[in-house]
Nanobody, 129 residues
């Protein structure tokens, strides 16, 4: 099993920045990909960004972003801490959502939430206008 714990959410004004963290524990060696999803009130959960966590040396660290966050959000990792980050800049009110960290032990590069077996509890991000 893999446990994921998010932190770093909060309230920020439009144009501001936040950094989310996702700390992984347990069988972290089994993780091949990690991702961020978000769910706004009344909407379905959607893909935000993903990173290849392990695999061939040519693919580790590859990142993928939803068009809506490209150029504003950056996903990164700290190997020593088994932690993934989401740096969010130029935040907009439409970025308001609960942000979830997810991990997959089987599929890399997927934007489909069904491919991710492990999930964190979520952290609220609220962007005021």
């Amino acid at each position: 099993q893999v446990q994921l714990v998010e932190s770093g959410g909060g309230l920020v004004q439009a144009g501001g920045s936040l950094r989310l963290s996702c700390a992984a524990s347990g069988r972290t060696f089994s993780i091949v990909a990690m991702a961020w999803f978000r769910q706004a009130p009344g909407k379905e959960r959607e893909f935000v960004a993903a990173m290849i966590w392990s695999g061939g040396i040519w693919s580790i660290g590859s990142t993928y972003y939803a068009d809506s966050v490209k150029g504003r959000f950056t996903i990164s990792r700290d190997n020593a801490k088994n932690t993934m980050y989401l740096q969010m800049n130029s935040l907009k009110p439409e970025d308001t959502a609960v942000y979830y960290c997810a991990a997959s032990a089987t599929v890399i590069g997927s934007v489909d939430q069904r491919q991710y077996r492990y999930w964190g509890q979520g952290t609220q991000v609220t962007v005021s206008s």
